[in-house]
C-alpha cells in the first residue's frame, strides 16, 4: 500500500521520516486531533503550590518502551527536596497493587505515590486537569496523545528530549530531559515547580500548541485541503 498509495498523511515529522522510505509521494504531516470533550475543559489556572506539587504520569504497559521505572526514581529524589510533592499514575498496571506499585514499594520509591491505575477517559481528563506537571518517560512516540491532552488542559509536560515525535508535540509547552536518568528527570521536575515565570511561560506555551497542532477545525481543515488537492 506505502509504494503503491498517491497520497499519505502521517501524524508526526517523526513517523513521516520513519516511513519515507517506503512511499514514493511526499508524505504531509497532519496531528491527531483531540476530542471536543477535551477542548472543551477550561484548561487549569491552578497555582502550584512548591512545597506540594502535584504531578501525574499516563501509561499503559510495563514495558521497556514506555519507561517508567526513572520516572518512578526520579519522584521518589524530588521527594528528598519537596517530601510533600505527589504522583498520581494512571493506566492499566499502574493500578493499586498491580505491577508498578509492586516493582516500587520493593525498591522503596513508592512514598507519596497513589497508583491510581485505568479511568475512563472523562475521569481521566478530569483528573490530569488538577495536575501541575505530567511526567512522560515513554522512550518512543509516535505522537503522544497524553501529552497534547495534558498541555491542552494547561499542564506544561516533561517529555524525553529523544522520544520519537515528543519534543515536536511539546514545543514550547514543557521541558526536555534524558529520560533514561532519574537524576535528569528530577532536576527537570525542580527547573519546572520552581522557577514561576518557566512554569508561567510553559503553560501558556501548551495551551496554544495543543490548539494550533490538535484542534478539530485544524486537523480537519488540513485533511479537507488534502482532498481538494
Known amino acids: 500500500v506505502m509504494a503503491t498509495a498517491r497520497t499519505l498523511t502521517a501524524v508526526s515529522p517523526y513517523l513521516r521520516d520513519a516511513i519515507a522510505g517506503s512511499a514514493r509521494v511526499p508524505i ?3 496531528a491527531n486531533p483531540l476530542t471536543p470533550d477535551v477542548m472543551r475543559q477550561r484548561p487549569s489556572q491552578r497555582i502550584v503550590d512548591p512545597l506540594r506539587p502535584r504531578l501525574a504520569m499516563v501509561l499503559n ?10 520516572a518512578l526514581m526520579a519522584f521518589s529524589l524530588l521527594r528528598r527536596r519537596l517530601p510533600d510533592a505527589e504522583l498520581s499514575v494512571f493506566g ?12 516500587a514499594e520493593a525498591r522503596g520509591v513508592a512514598a507519596g ?16 486537569g488538577r495536575a501541575d506537571v505530567l511526567v512522560h518517560p515513554s522512550l518512543e512516540e509516535t505522537f503522544g496523545m497524553a501529552v497534547a491532552e495534558a498541555m491542552a488542559l494547561g499542564v506544561p509536560v516533561i517529555g524525553g528530549s529523544h522520544s520519537g515525535a515528543v519534543p515536536w508535540v511539546i514545543g514550547g509547552g514543557g521541558l526536555l530531559a534524558d529520560v533514561t536518568s532519574p537524576q535528569a528527570i528530577c532536576n527537570t521536575m525542580l527547573e519546572l515547580l520552581l522557577e514561576p515565570a518557566v512554569y508561567a511561560r510553559c503553560r501558556e506555551a501548551a495551551v496554544e500548541r495543543s490548539w494550533s497542532l490538535c484542534s478539530v477545525e485544524a486537523v480537519v481543515n488540513q485533511y479537507e485541503q488534502i482532498y481538494r488537492d
Open 28 to 30: 504531509n504531516v497532519i
Open 61 to 70: 504497559g510495563w514495558s521497556p518502551f514506555k519507561n517508567p521505572q526513572p
Open 113 to 128: 505515590v497513589t497508583f491510581v491505575g485505568s479511568l475512563p477517559h472523562s475521569q481521566l481528563m478530569q483528573a490530569l
Open 92 to 103: 492499566y498496571d499502574y493500578g493499586p497493587g498491580a505491577t508498578a506499585q509492586r516493582w
